[in-house]
């Protein structure tokens, strides 16, 4: 009994000791070192996997402010990809210059001018009407007042008949060809039941309906009642709204789940695993314009000199970017300088310099936008090529506005240029459309394509599913995406 009162007292001093020792270190000044945790044994640690697609989650996506949400209306490339959520289209854009049916089940044509279409039955809008032929003239018919930069109204001129064979058939019938008509068809089909579009009337007929919009974000429900075989994953889409110069940051403190990225060196996001990400096309193509007074305005000089550019044009050294290397025949140095010869130049041996009636040439022009370093990397590449072939050439710098001017009064002999092509045109489309807006009427545009920038989607690697992004449709897919919902591989 004794030796037992003996080992409960010694007990009892271990533990105010032990006691104390925790306080001490409880609320001690010192800086504390965390102390290593034992792993559990193998047979209780938890294994966490991919469960596949599941419905859930919410997918939180970036836009700026928005003017409209009106598709036909809004000036907001934004406003368009929250409209690829609502609205659903004839066709939907799939690849550059390439489109597949989507609201429309069959479709035929007669020498590309008598099409006719049949929609797929039971597609309805949010507020319940099936979305019919009537529906598809009503949207022609507002867009053809519509001032959009993002759907071609140009093809509306040339309808000559809208013709509603039934509720879900209808014909065109066109004055001229198009073999391009199905490549225009990709607008949002609105319902002709809605007056006028506003927050309160956004019915579309697509995988989601909107529901609830503030000055900070956007909120998308998935539509119970979608006409597809397979309803999204997804329940929730929010466009967070931010202003342009955030859309990195939102990205980067993983406020929104989506980026967009150009004129950078895609390679460094390789070996990134928190990210997966796509690199296409964007929709700004650079040229080079020559104006048709210059030195290089005589159509010989200016093959040759496309053709010098584009047998260079890689030590441009732009990174990643989609060069129009096949657009014209490569010129070597060689063949520029017998080019220009026989254009009518002289070649001073000694001083290396084309001459024209025994005088030096003038100098070229060649006028950048002043801080726009891709211009000026451009124009710089210039002036060192045409210096290598005999011809002086210098950059002269100004604003925006006054470049525009010199081209337009033709106060300049070569120019790099931006322009963004549209959704519809093909490179030669956008050409056309440039040379008419400078009021080059001949058949020698004096436009040279010679690159067009790469840009890319950045996805957090909690999206998953196939994704197919392209510019004009950079969410292509988004109905197949899931949210990982993950499980304890011990329930299995």
Not at 229 to 245: A, G, M, R, T, V
Not at 481 to 487: I, L, Q, S
Request: net charge negative.
């Amino acid at each position: 009994m004794k030796r037992m009162n003996i080992f409960i007292l010694l007990m009892a001093i271990f533990a105010i000791f032990i006691t104390g020792c925790e306080a001490r270190q409880t609320f001690s000044d010192d800086t504390l070192i965390g102390t290593p945790t034992p792993a559990p044994p193998t047979e209780r640690q938890v294994k966490l996997i991919d469960s596949g697609p599941e419905r859930g989650g919410t997918l939180r996506l970036f836009t700026t402010p928005v003017d409209t949400l009106n598709p036909l209306h809004t000036n907001n490339k934004y406003v368009i990809h929250i409209s690829s959520f609502i609205f659903e289209s004839l066709f939907v854009r799939t690849e550059e210059n390439k489109v597949e049916p989507w609201l429309v089940e069959e479709w035929e044509h007669e020498n590309f001018t008598n099409w006719s279409f049949t929609i797929k039955r039971n597609v309805k809008f949010h507020h319940g009407p099936e979305l019919t032929s009537y529906d598809a003239r009503h949207t022609i018919r507002l867009l053809e007042n519509s001032d959009t930069a993002f759907f071609d109204t140009e093809f509306i001129k040339n309808i000559k008949e809208f013709n509603i064979i039934t509720s879900r058939k209808f014909e065109i019938a066109l004055k001229n060809p198009d073999e391009e008509l199905l490549n225009k068809l990709t607008f949002p089909i609105l319902s002709q039941t809605v007056e006028s579009v506003t927050e309160k009337t956004l019915y579309g007929s697509g995988a989601y309906c909107l529901e609830k919009m503030d000055e900070i974000e956007i909120t998308l429900a998935v539509n119970e009642k979608w006409w597809h075989e397979e309803l999204p994953y997804i329940d929730y889409i929010i466009f967070k709204i931010f202003s342009e110069n955030e859309l990195i940051d939102a990205f980067q403190n993983k406020e929104t789940d989506v980026s967009f990225i150009k004129n950078v060196d895609f390679d460094k996001y390789r070996y990134r695993t928190d990210i997966c990400y796509q690199v296409y096309p964007g929709n700004e193509v650079n040229f080079l314009y020559v104006n048709p007074g210059s030195l290089f305005g005589q159509l010989n000089r200016q093959q040759a000199l496309f053709g010098y550019v584009i047998g260079r044009i890689h030590e441009m050294n732009l990174g990643q970017v989609q060069y129009f290397e096949d657009y014209s025949d490569p010129f070597t140095i060689e063949e520029f300088r017998e080019a220009m010869i026989q254009s009518g130049l002289s070649w001073d041996r000694d001083k290396r310099l084309f001459t024209y009636g025994n005088k030096p040439l003038s100098k070229i022009v060649i006028v950048a936008p002043e801080q726009d370093i891709q211009k000026l990397h451009t124009a710089n590449f210039l002036v060192n090529i045409l210096s290598d072939a005999g011809i002086v050439a210098e950059i002269k710098t100004m604003s925006n506005q006054a470049v525009k001017n010199a081209i337009r009064n033709g106060v300049y002999d070569l120019s790099p240029v931006t322009e963004e092509i549209r959704p519809w045109e093909k490179l030669a489309d956008t050409i056309k459309r440039m040379q008419d807006s400078l009021g080059y009427g001949k058949d020698n545009s004096y436009i040279l394509p010679l690159y067009r920038n790469m840009q890319a989607t950045l996805f957090s690697n909690k999206i998953r599913g196939e994704k197919k992004s392209i510019y004009w449709n950079p969410y292509q897919g988004f109905h197949t995406w899931y949210m990982p919902v993950y499980k304890d591989e011990r329930e299995e």
